[in-house]
């Protein structure tokens, strides 16, 4: 079956940095595209940044853009968050997140989910 598992979040200063860990199985990997998503407290679960699994395009939240930058492994079956420049405002769970297709924004336009992983940015 299909398992998507976050790692790498934790508690950082306002300034710095984080990288997130996305570790998939059971995927063809080819005719997906994996997203990152995140999910703040009474807050509706938003697109943070999407990849091609080859890896050719990639697209990003104006909020987060030149500040995150998503990567992939083909070889490991990982997908990568790299956050620089942390805002308290970044605080959320982060869910890594996977869709058929290119495109995509929308979390009903996802079909598989990992669990979540808290990141939390201090001021």
């Known amino acids: 079956q299909v398992q998507l598992v976050e790692s790498g979040g934790g508690l950082v200063q306002a300034g710095g940095s984080l990288r997130l860990s996305c570790a998939a199985s059971?995927?063809?990997?080819?005719?997906?595209?994996m997203g990152w998503f995140r999910q703040a407290p009474g807050k509706e679960r938003e697109f943070v940044a999407r990849i091609r699994w080859s890896g050719a395009n990639t697209y990003y939240a104006d909020s987060v853009k030149g500040r995150f930058t998503i990567s992939r492994d083909s070889a490991m079956n990982m997908v990568y968050l790299q956050m620089n420049s942390l805002k308290p405002e970044d605080t959320a769970v982060y869910y890594c997140?996977?869709?058929?297709?290119?495109?995509?924004?929308?979390?009903?336009?996802?079909?598989?989910w990992g669990q979540g992983t808290q990141v939390t940015v201090s001021s």
């Open positions: 059971g995927l063809t990997f080819s005719s997906y595209t």
């Open positions: 997140a996977a869709a058929t297709g290119w495109g995509f924004n929308s979390p009903d336009d996802y079909v598989y």
